[in-house]
């Protein structure tokens, strides 16, 4: 069965930076986009992005261009996302969804990582 | 960037039927899609392209519409579907979600 598990939660000083792994399994990891999505505590889902994982190729929502990179290691079937120049406003859950390519909607998701800023 | 709009909170009792709806400030055609996440859980994927069911999800929810109205249904709504909806858009660059509306079940 599809499974994406994430890496666990992050408590992370102002300005730095931290680097959010999602492990896919249960499919062929590079048929498939892998997509962040932000949830501020209590509040509303943000797309950050996605990329492909065949060729590397990333597309960011112009909000999140200079905060969010997104990679993919194919030998483990892992994506990350890391989030840089870190501010309470990056205090959220953040999901790894799996992206149909002809929709675009999430059919399977992470179980999230909490990212609190913190000092 | 596409808003999506959808009302807060609804209640209803178990086995009516009820229509959460998002309507978007730009056409989206058909590339919406609905989601359903209960507290401390990653949303899960209801029906995706306005109208399609996803495998697994009960026949009880449907979804319509098509340019920037759209609507899901519950019908029977049961106890266990207490959570909040969310629409998101994947026509428009960047894919956008509305705001949740939070379903009660009294």
């Known amino acids: 069965q599809v499974n994406l598990l994430q890496s666990g939660a992050a408590l992370v000083k102002p300005g730095a930076s931290v680097k959010l792994s999602c492990k896919a399994s249960?499919?062929?990891?590079?048929?498939?986009?892998i997509h962040w999505v932000k949830q501020s505590h209590g509040k509303s889902l943000e797309w950050i992005g996605y990329?492909?994982?065949?060729?590397?190729?990333?597309n960011y929502n112009e909000k999140f261009k200079s905060k969010a990179t997104l990679t993919v290691d194919k030998s483990t079937n892992t994506a990350y996302m890391e989030l840089s120049r870190l501010t309470s406003e990056d205090s959220a859950t953040y999901y790894c969804?799996?992206?149909?390519?002809?929709?675009?909607?999430?059919?399977?998701w992470g179980q999230g990582v909490m990212v609190t800023v913190s000092s | 960037d596409t808003v999506l709009t959808q009302s807060p909170a609804l209640a209803v009792s178990p086995g009516e039927r009820v229509t959460i709806s998002c309507r978007a400030s730009e056409s989206v055609s058909t590339g919406m899609h609905w989601y359903q996440q209960k507290p401390g859980q990653q949303p899960k994927l209801l029906i995706y392209g306005a109208s399609n069911l996803e495998s697994g999800v009960p026949a009880r929810f449907s979804g319509s519409g098509s340019g920037t109205d759209f609507t899901l249904t519950i019908d029977p709504v049961e106890a266990d579907d207490t959570a909040t909806y969310f629409c998101?858009?994947?026509?428009?660059?960047?894919?956008?979600f509305g705001s949740g509306t939070k379903l009660e079940i009294k």
């Open positions: 969804t799996r992206g149909d390519t002809y929709y675009y909607y999430f059919d399977y």
């Open positions: 998101q858009q994947s026509w428009n660059d960047p894919f956008t």
């Open positions: 990329i492909n994982p065949n060729s590397g190729y990333t």
């Open positions: 249960g499919y062929t990891f590079t048929d498939y986009y």
